[in-house]
């Protein structure tokens, strides 16, 4: 079966995301996590490959070699497309990094211009009139402007977009979309010839998003959030993905390192349930202090028969105060380092379900597992799929979720329906 599609992502949890896409589209998908080499091999038959970079927040040329580099690996495994996934939040700054990304994954695939869309409905992220939605606050006004790392204080994409690319960039309306495939193709096209390269797609619908996708099949590169992704996934003929079965036996653990406040209503959930909870003191871990050794002894005095969670969550008041004696960076760091290595002892004591919230932290987690290649299951939430190890610690099932996607019983609901 030859790869159809390719798919680079700006974070492990992005990728996971855009994988479940491109899987309920039909589409039997391997998800890859880093830079892939030379030897590192898809599992057999599959349609798509993603590509999970942590490229999002990383310095600019960094981000950009990265991504090139993912774009060559997908050509030589058979991909003629390339979908760029980033956040559907847009998370990105002045600088970058999704200008400066899309333009050289142009440049390289010889692409004249693209169509962009962030939309991911079921998430409640619409675009309307070039205007970036989170249910129905602008995203200027919801939480996201309080992001640690990349705080969204603007809604307007085609003015985002616009400044960190010197290129052109227009609006395709959302009374466009509504008039079908052929309406924007052709608005594509007119956009081009009028010196456009980024077009900026209204969206408001899972079928909007089936037209937008529809109508990009022929570009060379398209670029969104996951919604897009699956559009287009439902232009391809359908190959019907193979059902992966989670495993049965072992315990099942919860690591969480996002801060946002959907993480944080889950984390309140999972601890009101009576179910085991230990918060990590990254502080005292600063100090020196054996933060790991204490949470490993605490993990092996819990009921075998329960999951657990282990967090280094925050409130915006308690992380701002990490933040304020560690440093925006060394604060992040410590928390990967730690959730990671975590992670590495708890799957060495036989933790085979392992669920992890944070894009940061999922990039942490599956580099200290050295998990390279995972296949994608079944969803508990959208966006939120449960993958499986194929050759690094062969039964071990992984559910990677962006901080603010997942329903607030998630971690509850999900670990309990394995049992």
């Known amino acids: 079966m030859t790869l159809r599609i390719g798919c680079i ?9 855009v994988a479940a896409a491109f899987r309920r589209a039909g589409l039997r998908t391997a998800l890859v996590f880093g830079a892939p080499e030379d030897t590192t ?18 310095p600019v040329d960094e981000a950009v070699a990265d991504s090139l580099a993912a774009q060559r690996w997908l050509w030589s495994q058979g991909a003629a497309q390339v979908y760029f996934k980033y956040c559907s939040t ?29 939309a991911s409905p079921p998430n409640g992220r619409t675009v ?23 705080p969204m204080t603007d809604s307007a994409l085609v003015r985002l977009l616009s400044a960190q690319t010197r290129h052109h960039v227009a609006l395709l309306d959302w009374s466009t979309v509504r008039r079908g495939i052929a309406a924007v193709r052709d608005a594509v096209v007119a956009h081009q010839q009028s010196g456009v390269r980024h077009v900026i797609a209204d969206a408001l619908t899972d079928e909007d998003l089936a037209v937008l996708g529809a109508a990009a099949l022929e570009l060379p590169l398209v670029a ?52 085991p909870s ?13 933060v790991i050794g204490e949470a490993l002894a605490w993990y092996d005095e819990q009921d075998p028969d329960l999951p657990v969670l282990i967090y280094a969550s925050a409130s915006s008041d308690e992380l701002a105060a990490v933040q304020a004696h560690l440093g925006v960076a060394e604060a992040a760091a410590r928390v990967e380092e730690l959730l990671g290595t975590l992670a590495a002892h708890l799957v ?15 990039g942490a987690v599956t580099t200290a597992l050295g998990v390279r290649a995972v296949l ?44």
Not at 128 to 150: A, E, I, M, T
């Open 348 to 362: 060495e004591r036989g933790v085979r379900r392992l669920l992890v919230a944070g894009g940061e932290t999922s």
């Open 278 to 290: 230990l918060h990590l003191d990254v502080l005292a871990a600063a100090t020196g202090r054996d």
């Open 224 to 275: 969104g959030a996951a919604g897009l992704a699956e559009g287009l996934g439902h232009a391809y003929p359908a190959a019907g993905p193979a059902a992966e079965t989670l495993p049965r036996d072992g315990r099942a653990a919860v690591l969480a390192g996002s801060c946002s406040a959907r993480t944080l209503e889950q984390i309140a959930q999972f601890y009101a349930a009576g179910l």
């Open 9 to 17: 992502a700006d974070d492990f949890t992005g990728g996971t995301d």
């Open 90 to 118: 847009f998370d990105s700054t002045p600088q970058g990094n999704i200008g400066p990304v899309t333009d050289a994954l142009m440049d390289a695939a010889g692409a004249g211009v693209t169509l962009h869309c962030p």
């Open 128 to 150: 309307y009139q070039g205007h970036l939605f989170v249910h129905d606050q602008l995203l200027s006004d919801s939480p996201l402007r309080h992001h640690p790392l990349n």
């Open 376 to 419: 994608v299951g079944e969803e508990a939430d959208p966006g939120v799929p449960w993958t499986y190890a194929t050759t690094e610690h062969d039964g071990l099932a992984l559910m990677l979720k962006s901080g603010n996607f997942g329903a607030p019983d998630l971690f509850v609901r999900a670990l309990a329906e394995t049992e």
């Open 41 to 58: 091999a898809l599992p057999a038959g599959c349609d798509a490959a993603v590509v999970a970079l942590k490229s999002r927040s990383t």
